[in-house]
């Protein structure tokens, strides 16, 4: 799990929750569960009218990609890519068919397969360069539901609020429910802008991070892989990896 969204989160209550202390507040006035289901209730209700189903279940995805700890495997992918150009420079690049088996990432494996298969360089670049942009269009497109529900949240909130106002103007006969409900209706504003600024857009920006990382680190692989086909040398496939963010032993990458 990326601990910074659940640390981030816990941060940022403790210090909402001692101000409010300070204030002379108590946390137990926020507790409103028709508040959370007016807010919660109306956001979902909202970005599935937004949104296609597809959407939505690549929402659900992203959520999952906002979730987990980010493994940077840059060392790693460099040396396996450095260890491809070894094999092919000696061997010829039908050698790396043997290697087919023991590659894990699909599109790292279908560009070392299309290289095996002889196919033209620039076919490969503009396939694998179509799919890298598709699949970070698609993902997006997911990780923009989580924005689009840190817009709706608070005004759902509002609309809960004045609901529990016009709640409140239905009971003017009765001065002593009057403050208590008030405080009661704007707690749905609270859950509204709390939701969106606390949860819903922070995972939407940890999303877009993520997908950028992957963007190009397939990029990577493209000109690595591109570089193996034209027989480059190690050390200029070297020099190219770190260009691209990779780690290679010896060379700075940014």
């Given at each position: 799990m990326d601990?910074?969204?659940?640390?981030?989160?816990?941060v940022?209550?403790?210090?909402?929750?001692?101000?409010?202390?300070?204030?002379?507040?108590?946390?137990?006035?926020?507790?409103?569960?028709?508040?959370?289901?007016?807010?919660?209730?109306?956001?979902?209700?909202?970005?599935?009218?937004?949104?296609?189903?597809?959407?939505?279940?690549?929402?659900?995805?992203?959520?999952?990609?906002?979730?987990?700890?980010?493994?940077?495997?840059?060392a790693?992918?460099?040396?396996?890519?450095?260890?491809?150009?070894?094999?092919?420079?000696?061997?010829?690049?039908?050698?790396?068919?043997?290697?087919?088996?023991?590659?894990?990432?699909?599109?790292?494996?279908?560009?070392?397969?299309?290289?095996?298969?002889?196919?033209?360089?620039?076919?490969?670049?503009?396939?694998?360069?179509a799919?890298?942009?598709?699949?970070?269009?698609?993902?997006?497109?997911?990780?923009?539901?989580w924005?689009?529900a840190?817009?709706?949240?608070?005004?759902?909130?509002?609309?809960?609020?004045?609901?529990?106002?016009?709640?409140?103007?239905?009971?003017?006969?009765?001065p002593?429910?009057?403050?208590?409900?008030?405080a009661?209706?704007?707690?749905?504003?609270?859950?509204?802008?709390?939701?969106?600024?606390?949860?819903?857009?922070?995972?939407?920006?940890?999303?877009k991070?993520k997908?950028?990382?992957?963007?190009?680190?397939?990029?990577?692989?493209?000109?690595?892989?591109?570089?193996?086909?034209?027989?480059?040398?190690?050390?200029?496939?070297?020099?190219?990896?770190?260009?691209?963010?990779?780690?290679?032993?010896?060379?700075?990458?940014h």
């Amino acid at each position: 799990m990326d601990i910074t969204i659940p640390g981030g989160l816990v941060v940022a209550l403790v210090f909402i929750l001692v101000g409010q202390a300070l204030e002379g507040g108590h946390a137990g006035s926020l507790v409103q569960l028709t508040a959370l289901l007016i807010v919660g209730g109306g956001t979902l209700g909202a970005i599935i009218v937004a949104n296609p189903i597809s959407v939505l279940k690549t929402s659900i995805k992203m959520f999952g990609v906002a979730m987990k700890a980010h493994k940077d495997d840059s060392a790693e992918l460099s040396k396996m890519l450095l260890d491809f150009a070894l094999i092919a420079r000696k061997d010829g690049v039908l050698a790396l068919e043997a290697k087919m088996g023991s590659i894990s990432d699909p599109f790292l494996k279908r560009a070392i397969g299309m290289v095996v298969d002889g196919v033209d360089r620039n076919v490969a670049r503009d396939v694998l360069e179509a799919q890298s942009h598709h699949d970070f269009v698609h993902d997006t497109a997911g990780a923009k539901v989580w924005d689009a529900a840190g817009a709706f949240a608070p005004t759902v909130g509002i609309l809960g609020a004045v609901l529990g106002l016009i709640h409140v103007m239905e009971n003017l006969s009765d001065p002593s429910k009057l403050g208590g409900g008030i405080a009661t209706a704007f707690v749905a504003t609270i859950y509204g802008v709390g939701m969106a600024n606390l949860i819903f857009i922070p995972v939407a920006s940890k999303c877009k991070i993520k997908l950028g990382w992957q963007k190009d680190r397939k990029t990577l692989i493209i000109e690595a892989v591109l570089g193996i086909q034209e027989g480059l040398s190690t050390s200029a496939l070297a020099e190219k990896i770190a260009a691209y963010g990779g780690k290679v032993e010896g060379k700075d990458s940014h």
